[in-house]
């Protein structure tokens, strides 16, 4: 009888530990392309609970103060599908390459996702734009 109930226990442990979150990105990369300076730096990374658990994301990180993310307050249930938005400030010009880390109970706790694209000045030409004109003027 003790067997039989140890037996039980383990297979009901066993159980409660395969049940988990699982968290299934759309994509992992954002890329915000060329965009001019002081545009909407605004993005969004969709993703969907594959798991049979509620998704709890407890933190989300950026690499740089530049970046923004916000996280879902509420557990996303199994199924359901949530986003993190991610604010990049624009008003630096520049390329962008930056890591959101987000940090959640699910099966893989920590996810690395990536921003990536550049932003330019409209009101300041580069300089092989000035030499492609002083090339067709002459």
């Known amino acids: 009888m003790k067997q039989l109930i140890t037996l039980l226990c383990i297979g009901f ?3 409660s530990l395969t049940a988990q979150a699982k968290i299934e ?7 915000y392309g060329t965009i001019d ?46 986003e993190i938005e991610v604010k990049y400030d624009t008003n630096r010009v520049n390329p962008i390459r930056k890591t959101i ?16 694209g550049l932003v330019v000045d409209p009101s300041k030409e580069s300089v092989l734009e000035k030499k492609d004109k002083s090339i067709v003027q002459q």
Do not use: M, Y
């Not at 609970?49 to 690499?63: F, M």
């Open 13 to 15: 442990l066993s159980l």
């Open 25 to 31: 990105f759309k994509s992992d990369v954002i890329d």
């Open 37 to 82: 300076k002081g545009s909407n730096g605004v993005r969004v990374f969709e993703f969907t609970n594959t798991g049979d658990e509620p998704l709890i994301i407890s933190q989300v990180k950026s690499s740089c103060g530049c970046t923004i993310p916000k996280k879902p307050k509420d557990p996303i249930l199994p199924g359901q599908t949530g």
């Open 101 to 116: 880390t987000v940090i959640s109970n699910a099966e893989t706790p920590t996810v690395a996702l990536k921003i990536k």
